[in-house]
């Protein structure tokens, strides 16, 4: 018993009077990923066959595919033929299993080797169709805090995340015969998603450990989509591909948000690192003073007492911007100094402090004076840096 393609030619308007039933999938939506199939226009007048029984498929019946739609054909719940093709197939149960394969992968048929069921005559045929198109906009949120060490600031940080990521099912036969209802009801994706979501904030996880150990920054992991859904792919590829018959197709992270000690502890870390620049750490000072001028001026009763204080933090902050000053003063001491004995050779025009060029050997030329205005110049000069006459 099996499916086979019908003309197109043969498809008009007048479905009804030419086959026993006509039957597609019944309201599948991006939020559906397993349906039944039904009887199209069971209740047109112009549909000759008003009398058949719900969910049993007559000798000869018509089966409409759509595109992204697998359509699988069984008796008594186990899978005699399927199509991954759309079009239009009548059924005869005369026949072996057709199996279109369309554009599917082996795997599908290694699947159907493993379900199929034939050899004796129907009894309870029915169709079921699998949503191969991506499904989107699956929500998803970190329930408690995931760890995250950050090279950056040297500290273990805190984050939570929420986004949205998508599946696409790559082995429709898999699939069905995994998470199909056996009550035939319609499987949506909000009757997976507790399931899914437990896995995938596993998985989530462990790949954002992974970004970790590479040295990415905290706040660079929203860059990180495509990384972070090819990771879970393959984290997930046992569980969800090779049992189930389905993948992660993408990752969309909508925002990152830290807990209060790490949020503080990155501030911390900023300013710290902006105070480093003298400039800023001399704007920080006399911001200071101004808001304790401005400070002292709205309050005339204690207006002493605001100087005072503003005075003692002036000092403070000049023994810091001065302890700061000389951090960075003895660190351009240690500096080393540039050498100012090199010459240019005017022969290849490297740069070197011998007697002789270390790249071409040609002898360190003795000082030029220039004949117009006496001034000194370099070695292998041309030109007066003074005048601008012709050195010979």
């Not at 006509?22 to 009398?51: F, H, W």
């Not at 100094?337 to 025009?349: D, G, I, L, M, Y």
């Amino acid at each position: 018993m099996g499916i086979i393609k019908a003309a197109v030619g043969s498809i008009g308007g007048t479905l009804a009077d030419q086959w026993k039933d006509v039957i597609k999938a019944d309201s599948m939506t991006n939020a559906t990923l397993i349906t039944r199939g039904v009887q199209y226009r069971k209740n047109d007048k112009r549909n000759s066959n008003t009398k058949g029984s719900d969910g049993v498929i007559t000798d000869g019946s018509l089966i409409h595919v759509e595109e992204n739609q697998f359509m699988l054909l069984t008796d008594g719940g186990k899978i005699i033929d399927y199509s991954a093709e759309p079009g239009y197939f009548t059924v005869n149960t005369g026949t072996a299993p057709s199996l279109f394969n369309g554009q599917a992968d082996e795997a599908i048929m290694v699947a159907f080797k493993r379900f199929q069921f034939g050899g004796i005559s129907p009894k309870a045929m029915r169709v079921y169709f699998v949503n191969t198109q991506e499904i989107r906009d699956i929500p998803f949120g970190t329930q408690s805090p995931v760890n995250y060490f950050d090279n950056f600031y040297n500290a273990e940080l805190s984050l939570r995340a929420n986004g949205y990521y998508s599946i696409r099912i790559v082995n429709p036969l898999l699939f069905y015969a995994e998470m199909a209802p056996r009550d035939g009801s319609p499987l949506l994706i909000k009757d997976l998603q507790k399931l899914c979501l437990s896995e995938f904030l596993t998985c989530f996880q462990t790949a954002i450990g992974q970004l970790s150990v590479q040295g990415e920054r905290i706040s660079h992991i929203s860059a990180k989509t495509s990384e972070l859904a090819r990771t879970m792919a393959a984290i997930l590829d046992d569980d969800w591909t090779n049992r189930r018959g389905f993948v992660i197709e993408s990752v969309g992270i909508n925002s990152i948000t830290y807990d209060d000690e790490s949020r503080k502890l990155i501030a911390m870390r900023n300013q710290g690192g902006m105070l480093g620049d003298p400039g800023v750490r001399n704007g920080y000072v006399q911001g200071a003073a101004a808001r304790g001028i401005e400070a002292a001026g709205s309050n005339p009763g204690g207006a002493g007492m605001a100087f005072m204080g503003m005075n003692a933090a002036m000092g403070q902050g000049g023994a810091f911007v001065s302890a700061a000053g000389e951090t960075n003063r003895q660190t351009a001491e240690r500096s080393p100094a540039k050498n100012t004995t090199s010459w240019t050779c005017p022969e290849c025009r490297t740069e070197t402090d011998g007697n002789f060029c270390s790249n071409c050997g040609t002898k360190k030329p003795s000082s030029l004076f220039c004949s117009e205005c006496g001034n000194k110049a370099d070695p292998g000069a041309k030109f007066c840096p003074n005048c601008g006459s012709k050195l010979t």
